[in-house]
């Protein structure tokens, strides 16, 4: 009985879900990969993030990649499916730390984000920290996979 209800509260406790969308089977299981290193890398203790991704045709050529925060737990990506596997992992890895700020609380959900050019969108704090953190984690994932 004891051992049972431990396994049950085992299983409740580890329920982040990820679920891919579109994209061929490879890169799902990539994109899926990434994501479960991601949440490993940045938010181990969060057990209850529901995260679909989606690969997406209609994405202009110089985004690679959007991350809509619905609760502080659920969230969607959406990502080019032009990108090579090498640019798959370094979306995912940018915008799963843009994940963490939502989760975290270090950015408001609802869509407070206002700049003009380029340079003042990429020098936004949470910018900042997502450009500089997507090369780190894929470099870490690269490694880890081999
Ligand atoms: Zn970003």
């Not at 994109?31 to 679909?52: G, N, Q």
């Amino acid at each position: 009985m004891v051992v049972y209800i431990y396994i049950v509260l085992n299983k409740v406790k580890k329920m982040n879900l990820v679920y891919v969308w579109n994209g061929d089977r490879d890169k799902q299981a990539l994109a899926e990969a990434v994501t479960y290193f991601c949440i490993e890398e940045l938010m181990p203790r969060f057990s209850t993030l529901d995260i679909s991704i989606e690969f997406s045709d209609e994405r202009q050529a110089y985004q690679s990649g959007g991350c809509v925060a619905v609760t502080r737990r659920e969230f969607e990506i959406e990502i080019s499916d032009k990108l090579s596997d090498d640019d798959i992992i370094t979306t995912i890895c940018h915008e799963m730390v843009h994940v963490k700020q939502y989760a975290r609380n270090e950015l408001p959900i609802s869509g407070g984000v206002s700049y003009r050019t380029y340079e003042e969108y990429e020098n936004q704090p949470h910018e900042v920290e997502a450009f500089q953190m997507e090369k780190i984690l894929a470099e870490k994932f690269k490694i880890n996979a081999k």
